[in-house]
T-cell receptor
């Protein structure tokens, strides 16, 4: 069964450093999402992406964040200058249609020191 | 804004028994989707079940079924014949297409432990 994959599974970085989280969505899916989950808290929406454009973003998704689909398979989330409060689990998701079921990847656990 | 409430932070059940997890939501809209996702200790988010609000019939997936009460804005998940592998956090989530938003709105989750 096709699945969303994410790399790396864990990342430790120093405050102020840039990180890039990578995702490979399910191959025939066209809509891509990033969510995050701070430990012990609910899952929060960050951004949705379609046709090489951001279609929706949350208040969390400020100028420090960016997303890109650099090729036909990868979907990336970049945090330009990480803060301690960016420590969280970051989930990528994809769906076949705009309001279709979103399938999640296994997540990247980011720790900012 | 739509909100999702899961009033049971933790629950436990004996293996092979049945357990029901509660979820309520707040919306004034008529057409939306509801989901249950499972997050085992590995922390991967796994889709359990999906319900379209316009469908009166409750969704089922093997041992998992929902009790969707639209008027009461309630969407509970029933797990029958609980197995040890069902131990996980369970999140209820809401999607409102007609508002133009693609984002899933999640509840805080219920931690379910299945005991041998």
């Amino acid at each position: 069964e096709p699945e969303v994959t994410q790399t790396p599974s864990h990342q430790v970085t120093q405050m102020g450093q840039e990180v890039i989280l990578r995702c490979v969505p399910i191959s025939n899916h066209l809509y891509f999402y990033w969510y995050r989950q701070i430990l012990g808290q609910k899952v929060e929406f960050l951004v949705s992406f379609y046709n090489n454009e951001i279609s929706e973003k949350s208040e969390i998704f400020d100028d420090q964040f960016s997303v890109e689909r650099p090729d036909g398979s990868n979907f990336t989330l970049k945090i330009r200058s990480t803060k301690l409060e960016d420590s969280a689990m970051y989930f990528c998701a994809s769906s076949e249609s705009r309001f279709g079921t979103q399938y999640f990847g296994p997540g990247t656990r980011l720790l900012v020191l | 804004a739509q909100t999702v409430t899961q009033s049971q932070p933790e629950m436990s059940v004996q293996e092979a028994e049945t357990v029901t997890l509660s979820c309520t939501y707040d919306t004034s809209e008529n057409n939306y989707y509801l989901f249950w996702y499972k997050q085992p200790p590995s922390r991967q988010m796994i889709l359990v079940i999906r319900q379209e609000a316009y469908k009166q019939q409750n969704a089922t997936e093997n041992r998992f079924s929902v009790n969707f009460q639209k008027a009461a804005k309630s969407f509970s998940l029933k797990i029958s014949d609980s197995q040890l592998g069902d131990t996980a956090m369970y999140f209820c989530a809401f999607l409102y297409p007609q508002g133009g938003s693609e984002k899933l709105v999640f509840g805080k989750g219920t931690k379910l432990t299945v005991n041998p």
